[in-house]
């Protein structure tokens, strides 16, 4: 395969009612830039992508991308970067081009979860942006990655102080908040408690917690009663 060859690979792979149903889902993409591939076949292609280091730097040099397709065939490469260097370094050049919450989802790469360490700064960077995925993504590598033996109050703290007008920000800080009161909940109770969150993400969080399947019943019953009215 060469680069030329990786659109038309995708347009072979069409799934007319998947590409229907993508568009519908992620709102303020041209439809037209969809073309329908399944994401078991773009995982595919892209682990046949990364064996040829040539052809994998050709396509994620080439930003943008016109296809929704090849910005997720792009995560799934990155995903796929054994150097933690090259990879965190890749990210961040493709980070200013998401633009969908999907595509920003799919990207988490394997190496980041051996260099927790390394990707820190990365992250501080990330949070403090002035995009709404790269935010998204930023926040999204703390819940992944620091919420277990890693975890550290300063990183709930610095979510906390996010204050954004962007649905898709915060979302994930809602994502983030609920996720970590099933794995940290004692530490992560008094944001909800003290109210340390706006009343959307405070009240969204509340709700994805109560859906959780980690949260206690006794836990769900006193988070209910926390809700902002």
Known sequence: MTKREI???????EDISYRDFQANLIPGIDRRRFIGVRTPQLKAFAKEISKDKKLSSAFIGSLPHKYFDENQLHAFILNEIKDFDECVTRVSEFLPYIDNWATCDQLSPKVFAKNRERLLPY??????SEQTYTVRFGIGMLMRHFLDDDFDIK?????????SDEYYINMMIAWYFATALAKQYEAILPFIEEKLLGAWVHNKTIQKAVESYRITDAQKEYLKLLKIK
Not at 155 to 163: L, R
Request: charged share 25%; glycine share 0%.
């Open 7 to 13: 659109i038309p690979c995708l347009k072979n792979a």
């Open 155 to 163: 990183y709930p703290q610095a979510i906390a102080e996010i204050k």
């Open 123 to 128: 992250i501080d960077k990330w949070i403090k």
